[in-house]
Structures are given as structure tokens and as C-alpha cells.
């Protein structure tokens, strides 16, 4: 029993400093936005802000169109989000339920396609964005965003369609539901807590890129948020370290906000009891 315990114990201390490792960059950040220019040039930093001020936001979004960069990156991670997410669904319920060689080679495909890195496909997409008038566009880099989440979203509602019974499909047509019907009263709503967490990645995949996003837009006015801020970074690569920490701080709040809206439907466990033994 005591062993138990101490192991038990043992996991809590880990796990707990493992959540402080996690969280230690984002509590500096936090700190570092609201402390003045005198404490962020002290030779002995403190953890927390002896004289919080504001003054590193105000002049944040007087040196930066901090709000249009963020209203273009809104757009197109929703944007990117939501077309990946109307892509990938029937796909991954087809490939679920109908598991073929060819399935099996598109799920293989879609794994390894992850290992490609950024500077190999940043050319063919370029050159197609060309021909297809698309570059320095919102538009164009929501169309890279979708090419890009697409493979993991759709591997990644593979596994929550297996995880729905066959035998809740099954039992529908045999009580006369169609197959349309089936999949919009049946399947869907099982299937949400998946696409919500999959819609989520693809946002916040998207919200955050950055080297898309430099390569495609040129136009400062049509810049994403995660360019703007390299902009607090002179040419010499000296930091203006406090409007860039508050800058980047408010760049962090809609991904922790969406997340925390959403956590209990990803977590909440739809499927629980939903078939009998």
C-alpha cells in the first residue's frame, strides 16, 4: 500500500514539474510585457514586475498594425479550419469504413507526407499560386493552410470514425434509416468531439505559421500576426523586447481562449454508453 502511494506521489511531483517547465515561457512572457524599460535593462531580473505598466502594449500597437495583422490571420486560420474540416470528414469516414489496400496506402501516404519539410514544397506552391494570380493574398495562403493541415486532420478523424460502432449504423438501417440519415443523426453528432479537435489543430497550425506566410505576403497591410511581430526586431537584431513581449502575449490569448471554450466537448466522452455490451 505504501508502496502504491509513494509511486503515486512520485507521478504527482513529475507531472507537476513537467507543468511548470511548460508553463515557465509563457509566465516570463507574461511578466516581461508588463514590466517598464528600466526593469526589462536591469542587470538582476525579477520574476514579476515590481511597477507593472501598460505602456509596452500602448506602444506595441502604436509601432505596429498589430489589429489588421490579427483580423488576417483570424481569417485565414478560420478560414483554412473550417475548408479542412468539410475535406477531410467524409474523406476519413470513407477510408474508415471501407478499408481497402488503398486505404490503407492513402493512411501511409498521409503519415509520411508529414515528414516533408517546409522549404521543399515551398516552391511548387509558389509557382502554382503564381499561375493562379494568388500570391500576396489572404486567399492563397488560406488554400496552403488547407494543403498543409489536410493530412493530419484527415488522419486524425480516421481514428474517431473507427471509434464509432459499426453496429450503431448497422442498427439504424435495419430500423429503415437511410444512409443519409444514419450519417447526420447518427454518425455526425458522434463524431463532433473529433471534428472540433480537428477543426482546433487546423487553427491553431494556422494561426500560428510563420514561414508561409513571410514567403506568400509581401504586402505589409496583408501580413499575418506572426510577421508583424518580427517587426519589433531591428536590423541589427536587437529586440525591442517589451513591445515585442506584449505583442506577442496577446498573439498567444485566441488560441488559449479557444481552446478553454472547447476542452470539455473534446474531453467530454460523447461515446460513453452509447452501445450496450
Known amino acids: 500500500m505504501k508502496t502504491r502511494k509513494g509511486t503515486r506521489a512520485g507521478q504527482y511531483v513529475v507531472l507537476l514539474a513537467y507543468l511548470v517547465f511548460l508553463a515557465f515561457p509563457f509566465l516570463w512572457l507574461v511578466s516581461t510585457a508588463f514590466k517598464p524599460a528600466r526593469e526589462l535593462g536591469s542587470l538582476h531580473p525579477t520574476w514579476l514586475p515590481r511597477n507593472p505598466t501598460l505602456d509596452n502594449f500602448r506602444q506595441a500597437f502604436d509601432e505596429q498594425p498589430l489589429l489588421d495583422a490579427a483580423l488576417n490571420s483570424l481569417v485565414a486560420a478560420l478560414g483554412a479550419a473550417v475548408i479542412a474540416v468539410l475535406i477531410a470528414t467524409p474523406m476519413a469516414y470513407v477510408m474508415a469504413r471501407h478499408r481497402t489496400r488503398l486505404a490503407k496506402a492513402a493512411t501511409g501516404w498521409v503519415v509520411v507526407s508529414q515528414a516533408f519539410p517546409f522549404v521543399l514544397v515551398i516552391i511548387p506552391l509558389f509557382l502554382v499560386l503564381k499561375n493562379l494570380r494568388l500570391i500576396n ?65 487546423a487553427f491553431i497550425s494556422a494561426w500560428n505559421e510563420f514561414f508561409f506566410a513571410l514567403v506568400l505576403l509581401k ?14 526586431i531591428g536590423a541589427e537584431g536587437v529586440a525591442d523586447l517589451g513591445p515585442l ?4 502575449f496577446l498573439a498567444t490569448l485566441p488560441s488559449l481562449v479557444v481552446f478553454a471554450l472547447i476542452q470539455k466537448r473534446i474531453t467530454g466522452g460523447m461515446l460513453a454508453g452509447a452501445v450496450k455490451s
Not at 430500423?175 to 468531439?193: E, F, N
Not at 504586402?219 to 519589433?232: A, C, D, G, W, Y
Not at 513581449?245 to 506577442?248: D, F
Open 137 to 201: 493574398s489572404v486567399p492563397g495562403l488560406i488554400m496552403v493552410y488547407v494543403v498543409w493541415a489536410l493530412p493530419f486532420a484527415l488522419w486524425m478523424l480516421v481514428g474517431y470514425v473507427r471509434a464509432v460502432p459499426a453496429e450503431m449504423e448497422e442498427a439504424a438501417a435495419v430500423d429503415g434509416a437511410g444512409r443519409l440519415r444514419t450519417l447526420v443523426s447518427i454518425t455526425a453528432p458522434l463524431l463532433a468531439p473529433g471534428i472540433v479537435a480537428t477543426a482546433l489543430f
Open 219 to 232: 504586402t505589409p497591410e496583408k501580413q499575418t500576426l506572426p510577421v508583424v511581430l518580427t517587426h519589433f
Open 245 to 248: 513581449a506584449a505583442a506577442a
